[in-house]
């Protein structure tokens, strides 16, 4: 089963707004990390923010996490059309046999439109 | 330049037809993992590997297999793929699994 899970599905805007992506989870994280998928090309690591902390900023990224709600967000401001991509939030877990794994939510697609 | 290579990018085979996908990290991580990206349904965890020789099972394991007998190397094995099978698949590593992952570019199967 998916343990992130984005809202909205997809988001178009007009360049230069701001676009905010949810993401949820179902349980205990070590850390939370957002990703960006260009069409037809692999994943690329954005930010990551450990469980304790709230809040982390990153050039035009900024993530907060609300693990008492156990979601996060991700803000992306002043948007530019090659923001233009699909993004993931991944949930890092902690297991009894593989030490770790990260879980990907099924993506929230952005267009920015010029 | 830190990577992870996958080979091939593309493959349109038929069923039953055993197929290995390579995968190739340069950056000396010890975790490496497949996944398979399909429509709806997000990246899911084929199988991963902590270290050389330790393997083990993700989400959707069934119909692959993979070995990791060198740290850089890691490929996925359909020893008799089905049109079930068709997707787009990625390769990644990290140095330790919490940490974020490096992605290849992807290979797309399509099995017919």
């Known amino acids: 089963s998916q343990q992130g899970e984005e809202d909205p599905q997809a988001l178009s805007i007009q360049e230069g707004e701001n676009a905010t992506m949810n993401c949820s989870y179902k349980?205990?994280?070590?850390?939370l990390q957002w990703y960006r998928q260009n069409s037809g090309r692999g994943l690329v690591h954005l930010i990551l923010?450990?469980?304790?902390?709230r809040e982390k900023h990153s050039g035009r990224l900024r993530v907060t996490l609300d693990t008492s709600k156990k979601s996060s967000s991700l803000l992306i401001t002043a948007s530019r059309a090659a923001d233009t991509a699909s993004y993931f939030c991944?949930?890092?877990?902690?297991?009894?046999?593989?030490?770790?794994?990260?879980?990907f939510g099924e993506g929230t697609q952005l267009t920015v439109n010029p | 330049e830190a990577q992870v290579t996958q080979n091939p990018r593309y493959l349109i085979t038929v069923t039953g037809k055993k197929l290995t996908v390579t995968c190739s990290q340069n950056?000396?991580?010890?975790?490496m993992s497949w996944y398979r990206q399909d429509p709806g349904l997000g990246l899911r965890q084929i199988y991963y590997?902590?270290?050389?020789?330790?393997?083990d099972k993700g989400d959707v394991p069934e119909g692959y297999k993979v070995s990791r007998k060198e740290k850089r190397n890691f490929p996925l094995i359909l020893e008799s793929p089905s049109p079930n099978q068709t997707s787009l698949y990625f390769c990644?590593?990290?140095?330790?699994?919490?940490?974020?992952?490096?992605f290849g570019d992807g290979t797309r199967l399509s099995i017919l």
């Open positions: 923010i450990r469980s304790n902390e």
């Open positions: 991944a949930t890092a877990t902690l297991t009894e046999t593989s030490g770790s794994r990260l879980t």
């Open positions: 950056m000396n991580h010890e975790y």
């Open positions: 349980t205990s994280i070590n850390n």
């Open positions: 990644a590593s990290s140095s330790h699994p919490p940490r974020p992952q490096h």
């Open positions: 590997s902590m270290n050389v020789e330790v393997t």
